[in-house]
C-alpha cells in the first residue's frame, strides 16, 4: 500500500500563488508517475498536471504557463507551483500515484481562489 499525503492549500486571492505538496510513503518503487487533479463543486475531476520518475511533465492546457509541477524523488514529494491564480482554479486537489498497475489517492486539500 501507498498512502499520499497532501498538503498547502488554502486561501488565496486571484493573482496570487500557492505551493502544494504531497508526500508518499508506504510501499514505494522508484519507477512511477505522480500527479494532481482537481475537482470543482458540480464538475468531474480533470487532470491537472503528471511528472514521471525521469521528470518527464505534462500539464492540461488550462494551467500550461501558470503552474509547475516537480518532484524530489529522495523525499518521495511532488510539488505544484500554482501562479496567477484564477477563481476558476477553485476546487478540491487531488495528489495521484501510478506504480505497478495500481493508482493511489490522496484525500485531497482545497484551493480557494477569490475575485
Known amino acids: 500500500q501507498v498512502q499520499l499525503v497532501e498538503s498547502g492549500g488554502g486561501l488565496v486571492q486571484a493573482g496570487g500563488s500557492l505551493r502544494l505538496s504531497c508526500d508518499a510513503s508506504?510501499?514505494?518503487?522508484?519507477?512511477?508517475?505522480m500527479g494532481w487533479y482537481r475537482q470543482a463543486p458540480g464538475k468531474q475531476r480533470e487532470l491537472v498536471a503528471t511528472i514521471t520518475n525521469t521528470g518527464y511533465t505534462a500539464y492540461a492546457d488550462s494551467v500550461k504557463g501558470r503552474f509547475i509541477i516537480s518532484r524530489d524523488n529522495a523525499k518521495n514529494t511532488i510539488y505544484l507551483q500554482m501562479n496567477s491564480l484564477k477563481p476558476e482554479d477553485t476546487a478540491v486537489y487531488y495528489c495521484?500515484?501510478?506504480?505497478?498497475?495500481?493508482?493511489?489517492w490522496g484525500q485531497g486539500t482545497q484551493v480557494t481562489v477569490s475575485s
Open positions: 508506504g510501499r514505494t518503487f522508484s519507477i512511477n508517475v
Open positions: 495521484v500515484r501510478e506504480q505497478e498497475g495500481h493508482d493511489y
